[in-house]
Nanobody
Framework: QVHLVESGGGLAQAGGSLRLSCAGS????????MGWFRQGTGKEREFVGA????????YYADSVKGRFTISRDNGKNTVYLQINSLQPEDTAVYYC?????????????????WGQGTQVTVSS
């Protein structure tokens, strides 16, 4: 069992940056791949990016490549999502999720544990 808590969201201006954090509990956190998803109002939840359990592999949705960076610190049981060059269309609730194979996936159904989400609002 892993309990995930996101933080770092808020209101930001277009062109700015935010760093989201996802803190996990439990000794198995470091063995899980971690994904980030987002859901805008009236939209379906969409994949943002993922990082393997070692941190050696990351991959991103095409819409965020070059602006979003995922990293993790297994010693702190924390995964991060750095968002640069914020755009109004980045406005959404951002969720982190844990995938038990350790490899990650673009599909939300493959993730077992989810946080409650953190709101990111970007003003133009």
């Amino acid at each position: 069992q892993v309990h995930l808590v996101e933080s770092g969201g808020g209101l930001a201006q277009a062109g700015g940056s935010l760093r989201l954090s996802c803190a996990g509990s439990g000794h198995t956190f470091s063995s899980y791949a971690m994904g980030w998803f987002r859901q805008g109002t009236g939209k379906e939840r969409e994949f943002v990016g993922a990082i393997s359990w070692t941190g050696g592999r990351t991959y991103y949705a095409d819409s965020v490549k070059g602006r979003f960076t995922i990293s993790r610190d297994n010693g702190k049981n924390t995964v991060y999502l750095q968002i640069n060059s914020l755009q109004p269309e980045d406005t959404a609730v951002y969720y982190c999720a844990a995938e038990v194979s350790g490899l990650g996936s673009v599909n939300s159904i493959d993730y077992t544990y989810w946080g409650q989400g953190t709101q990111v609002t970007v003003s133009s």
